[in-house]
T-cell receptor
Framework: DTEVTQTPKHLVMGMTNKKSLKCEQHMGHRAMYWYKQKAKKPPELMFVYSYEKLSINESVPSRFSPECPNSSLLNLHLHALQPEDSALYLC?????????????FGPGTRLLVL | AQSVTQPDIHITVSEGASLELRCNYSYGATPYLFWYVQSPGQGLQLLLKYFSGDTLVQGIKGFEAEFKRSQSSFNLRKPSVHWSDAAEYFCAVGAYNTDKLIFGTGTRLQVFP
């Protein structure tokens, strides 16, 4: 099973709201990733967790706060977002955090910030 | 620094025609190369990958890709395109010394009946 699940599928939030995106995998992978993807663009890496520790933060604004409660779960907490943060948020996982490992992607959460 | 170039932003083919999507990479050592496909509003699905060995790699959905070190290329091919192949295709390169995948800008494939 190479499935990564993400909830919710769609999310609409105001600029003062707090919401969370959730990602789950049961492949025993020890690296998990958050990407942001704008329309007609490639995914942009935001965060990498390796063995439940944050290993990469690509200078993402603090209004995005990742959390990795255990090796199967990855959350992205959202607070005081801006309309330009509207995008498809993709989660991915790989066996270990290495650029040579295959990353398996979830279906994404489509976020609209009003 | 690693980089990936997909020269074709948009390609249109007729159903049943052959397809080649171009990918050029820049990397000092042996690259690890991937092709992903993304249908509208969906996540990315791995089509195939090259790590080492045979330079012609077979993937899912009838796709194949050929690694050519001399040309720094990893082009994706399919002999006969189906309407369901219409999607965005991303080439990516990875390396041992980083947790990151470097993606190309993508090629949008449109298929006409």
């Amino acid at each position: 099973d190479t499935e990564v699940t993400q909830t919710p599928k769609h999310l609409v939030m105001g600029m003062t709201n707090k919401k969370s995106l959730k990602c789950e995998q049961h492949m025993g992978h020890r690296a998990m990733y958050w990407y942001k993807q704008k329309a007609k663009k490639p995914p942009e890496l935001m965060f990498v967790y390796s063995y439940e520790k944050l290993s990469i933060n690509e200078s993402v604004p603090s209004r995005f706060s990742p959390e990795c409660p255990n090796s199967s779960l990855l959350n992205l907490h959202l607070h005081a977002l801006q309309p330009e943060d509207s995008a498809l948020y993709l989660c991915a996982s790989s066996q270990v955090g290495s650029g040579v490992e295959t990353q398996y992607f979830g279906p994404g959460t489509r976020l609209l910030v009003l | 620094a690693q980089s990936v170039t997909q020269p074709d932003i948009h390609i249109t083919v007729s159903e049943g025609a052959s397809l080649e999507l171009r990918c050029n990479y820049s990397y000092g050592a042996t690259p690890y190369l991937f092709w992903y496909v993304q249908s509208p509003g969906q996540g990315l699905q791995l089509l195939l990958k090259y790590f080492s060995g045979d330079t012609l790699v077979q993937g899912i959905k009838g796709f194949e890709a050929e690694f050519k070190r001399s040309q720094s290329s990893f082009n994706l091919r399919k002999p006969s395109v189906h309407w369901s192949d219409a999607a965005e295709y991303f080439c990516a390169v990875g390396a041992y010394n980083t947790d990151k995948l470097i993606f190309g800008t993508g090629t949008r494939l449109q298929v006409f009946p």
